[in-house]
């Protein structure tokens, strides 16, 4: 296969980090994209000459519109790996804190669609023809976690609807839904033992993921063997959530 152009959002940390790190090993030029310009330098360090990266907040029109002349003018594959459990960023509100929870709950909305949504809007006119759009779900969609679990469920509606509008270019849309994946930033630091184990338990392999195991699922989505395959939703959770 001929080197690709890839753009990573999310890719300076965790899942994004390692799906660029493996497009970058099999030759491909990757951009690694977040708000965080130290890490997204650290990440092109690690991955080596085939990474750059352009930093931005991919939740803000005018950012993602301003970004748009640093990134690829032609783009194989996206992958929309940022986002995040806003919560976990923040005290929870009280019931009748109602500002309060209008702004818990924009806030998973901005990580979780916004940046998808404004990130693949600006980009898809520069999709090649036979191009693959890959967004990073969660098992969080079918199981509930408030503000998050209906964010990530919005980015399924969402893709639904984005796979009809790309389908006639031959471009696919799809998301890949983890389970817990360690190795990332997303619980902070604070993924207690007990919960750790809760969620292993509920896996049929009784294991942890690791972002190699979501990588796999979006190798395969942007190799040209899927090219039949869009508008779906591929779950990476040891079974902890059987899909259908
Ligand atoms: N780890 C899990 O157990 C798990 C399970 C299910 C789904 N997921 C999903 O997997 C995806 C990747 O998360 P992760 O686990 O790899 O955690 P992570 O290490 O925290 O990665 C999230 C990345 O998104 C970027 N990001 C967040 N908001 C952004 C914004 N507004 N604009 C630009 N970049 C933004 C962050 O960089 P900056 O902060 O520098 O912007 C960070 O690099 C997320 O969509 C998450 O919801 C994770």
């Not at 949504?117 to 967004?135: D, F, K, M, N, Q």
């Not at 509930?144 to 006639?168: F, I, M, Q, R």
Request: glycine share 14%.
């Amino acid at each position: 296969m001929s080197a690709r152009t890839i753009v990573v959002t999310g890719g300076g940390t965790g899942i994004g980090r390692a799906v660029a790190g493996a497009f970058a090993a099999d030759g491909d030029t990757v951009v690694v994209t977040g708000r965080r310009r130290e890490r997204l330098e650290q990440a092109v360090a690690e991955i080596g000459p085939g990474a750059r990266a352009v930093d931005f907040d991919a939740s803000d029109p005018a950012a993602v519109g301003t970004a748009l002349e640093r990134l690829p003018t032609t783009v194989d594959v996206l992958v929309n790996a940022a986002g995040g459990n806003t919560d976990l960023d923040r005290p929870a509100p009280r019931d009748t804190d109602l500002d309060g929870v209008a702004a818990a709950w924009r806030a998973n909305f901005d990580a979780n669609v916004l940046t998808a949504v404004l990130v693949t809007s600006a980009l898809t006119p520069r999709i090649a023809e036979g191009g693959r759009i890959v967004t990073i779900g969660s098992i969080a969609a079918r199981r509930g976690a408030g503000g998050y679990g209906a964010a990530k469920a919005a980015v399924e509606a969402w893709n639904a609807s984005l796979a009809t509008d790309v389908g006639p270019r031959a471009i696919t849309a799809n998301v890949v839904s983890p389970g817990l994946t360690t190795g990332t930033e997303f619980f902070r630091g604070r993924l207690g033992d007990e919960r750790r184990r809760r969620l292993v338990d509920e896996t049929k392999n009784r294991r942890e993921g690791t972002t190699d195991d979501v990588g796999a699922a979006v190798a395969y989505l942007a190799s040209p063997h899927a090219g039949h395959v869009t508008g779906q939703v591929l779950h990476v959770n040891g079974g902890a959530y059987l899909g259908h």
